[in-house]
């Protein structure tokens, strides 16, 4: 299908609002095409520490941005009823103006969330088995102006939704998905596959993202989807950022990011998720990098 490079802000909820809503607007200044934010009841690695909601964060954003596409990276699916989601994504979506991209994934069992407010944490195997009823569910609620729908987790009756979504047919879902069977739910389910590796070396980094790409391909195959009608989005995670004092390396020179780059996307990625900069000292790359680099690396 030959999608056209994204670029993506990486951007979590915890600031204080109005730096929050500044950096989601200067990363629709700098020309990124998506902003995405986390799902959590709280910083799940340091708790007292400041957190806003996934969805009202995105309803903020949403009314004040203007081109920005917006999204969940991602919503956990423990935390709300289907239904309920695609309520708030739709909602958000006008509120955007049909801006909205609904990203869904399995959270972590070792979010402290869950116990803080005494909700279930399910298991990662029950959540792996409730996700395929779950993506489909809210793909159907958010495509249809009324819903039935009976699975062994989840039932809605007639369940209607209105104003319909400003795209058609509905916003475009993303599935989370690091193992070979998430992988395979993205290959059936979604519009784009987000993934990421935890590896600290760069290079260990495009071999593991690589050998993904092949097991997604191999799942579309099986199923008979065209592998080319998949976006496929990478988190450019920095392992070695929490030891340098959150110094993201991809930062540090033009050279180093467009080497990234070229290494990601020789191997299929379209979309490229860029952390906002933990550090004052690297603002100024990351706009050089948005003003001077997005126009080479998109033609």
């Given at each position: 299908m030959g999608y056209e490079v994204r670029f993506q802000a990486l951007i979590l909820p915890n600031v204080e609002w109005?730096?929050?809503i500044g950096r989601f607007k200067r990363a629709e200044d700098l020309g990124f095409d998506l902003a995405v934010t986390a799902d959590h009841w709280c910083d799940w690695s340091n708790p007292p520490s400041n957190w806003f909601e996934l969805w009202t964060t995105l309803a903020g954003v949403a009314q004040a941005t203007s081109r920005i596409r917006i999204a969940p990276c991602v919503a956990q699916?423990?935390?709300?009823?289907?239904?309920?989601?695609?309520?708030?994504?739709?909602?958000?979506?006008?509120?955007s103006g049909g801006r909205l991209e609904v990203g869904l994934g399995l959270g972590m069992p070792i979010d402290p969330s869950y116990d803080m407010i005494g909700m279930e944490n399910w298991?990662?195997?029950k959540r792996v088995a409730q996700f395929d009823e779950y993506v489909e569910l809210v793909g159907q609620l958010l495509a249809n102006e009324a819903?039935?729908?009976?699975?062994?987790?989840?039932?809605?009756?007639?369940?209607?939704?209105?104003?319909?979504?400003?795209?058609?047919?509905?916003?475009?879902i993303t599935v989370a998905a690091m193992g070979p069977v998430m992988i395979g739910k993205a290959a059936r389910?979604?519009?784009t596959w987000n993934t990421m590796?935890?590896?600290?070396?760069f290079d260990d980094q495009l071999?593991?993202?690589?050998?993904?790409i092949a097991v997604c391909r191999q799942h579309c195959e099986t199923i008979g989807r065209d592998p080319e009608t998949l976006r496929i989005s990478y988190n450019m995670f920095d392992a070695k950022g929490r030891a340098t004092g959150g110094e993201i390396r991809y930062y540090q020179s033009h050279q180093v990011f467009e080497d990234l780059i070229g290494g990601l996307a020789e191997v299929g990625i379209t979309d490229f998720g860029l952390y906002y900069p933990m550090l004052d000292s690297q603002l100024d790359a990351f706009e050089s990098v948005a003003t001077e680099l997005f126009p080479k690396l998109r033609s």
């Open positions: 109005d730096e929050l699916i423990p935390l709300r009823n289907p239904a309920m989601l695609a309520r708030q994504a739709l909602t958000v979506d006008h509120i298991t990662n195997k819903t039935t729908y009976k699975g062994e987790f989840y039932e809605v009756n007639e369940a209607t939704m209105n104003p319909r979504s400003p795209q058609r047919p509905r916003p475009p389910y979604a519009d590796s935890f590896a600290e070396d071999k593991e993202v690589g050998e993904k």
